[in-house]
C-alpha cells in the first residue's frame, strides 16, 4: 500500500514504468561498479564517446552547410563543423589528451544535476516516500561535481572515471528504491 500523501498520477506512472526504471537502475549499478574498478578506461572512455558525438554533429553541421550554400550564413556554419569535427577527431582518437577539460565539464555537469536533484527532493519530500533518496544522489552529484573542478588538473587521469561511476551508483540505488516503495 503506498503513501496516501503521494500523488496518484506519480503512484500510476512509476508503477507503469517499473520494470524499465528497474533495468535502467540495474544499468546503472553494473556501469558504475565498472567505472570505479576501472577509473582510467572509465575517463578515457567517457573522453572517446564525447568525441564521437561531436564528430557526429560535425559531420551533420557540416553536411547542412553545403546543402543550404546559398544560405547567408552557410560558411560560418561549415566553420563550426569543421571546428567540431576537429575536436572530435582529438578527443575520439588521442587517448589520454583533453581529460582536463573534460573533467571540468563533467564537474560542472555533476554538480548542476545535483542542484535540480535536491529541486526535485525537497519538492517532493511531502508526497513522496523515496524524496530522501533523491536528496541523497543530488548531494553526492553536487558533491562530485565540485570535487572533480577543485581537483583539477591533477584528478583529470582517475577522478572523472570513479566520479561517473559513484554518480551512475547512487542514481541506480534512487532509481531502484523510487520504485520498491511504491
Known amino acids: 500500500m503506498t503513501d496516501p500523501r503521494i500523488p496518484q498520477d506519480l503512484v500510476d506512472n512509476i508503477r507503469e514504468n517499473r520494470t524499465r526504471l528497474r533495468w535502467i537502475g540495474v544499468g ?34 557540416l553536411w547542412h552547410a553545403f546543402q543550404s550554400r546559398s544560405w547567408k550564413g552557410a560558411l560560418l556554419s561549415g566553420g563550426i563543423g569543421v571546428l567540431q569535427l576537429a575536436l572530435g577527431v582529438y578527443l575520439a582518437f588521442f587517448p589520454l589528451t583533453g581529460l582536463v577539460g573534460l573533467t571540468a565539464l563533467v564537474g560542472i555537469l555533476f554538480a548542476l544535476q545535483g542542484v535540480a536533484e535536491l529541486a526535485i527532493a525537497f519538492g517532493h519530500r511531502e508526497g513522496a516516500q ?26 583529470a587521469l582517475w577522478a572523472l572515471g ?11 540505488i534512487g532509481l531502484l ?4 516503495r511504491v
Open 130 to 155: 523515496g524524496w530522501g533518496w533523491m536528496a541523497f544522489s543530488g548531494a553526492a552529484s553536487l558533491a562530485l561535481g565540485l570535487l572533480l573542478v577543485l581537483g583539477l588538473p591533477g584528478t
Open 177 to 180: 528504491a523510487l520504485v520498491a
Open 28 to 61: 546503472l549499478l553494473v556501469a558504475g561498479t565498472l567505472a570505479i574498478l576501472f577509473p582510467l578506461v572509465a575517463s578515457i572512455s567517457a573522453k572517446a564517446l564525447f568525441g564521437w558525438f561531436l564528430l557526429i554533429v560535425g559531420a551533420a553541421v
Open 162 to 172: 570513479l566520479m561517473l561511476g559513484i554518480n551512475f551508483l547512487s542514481s541506480g
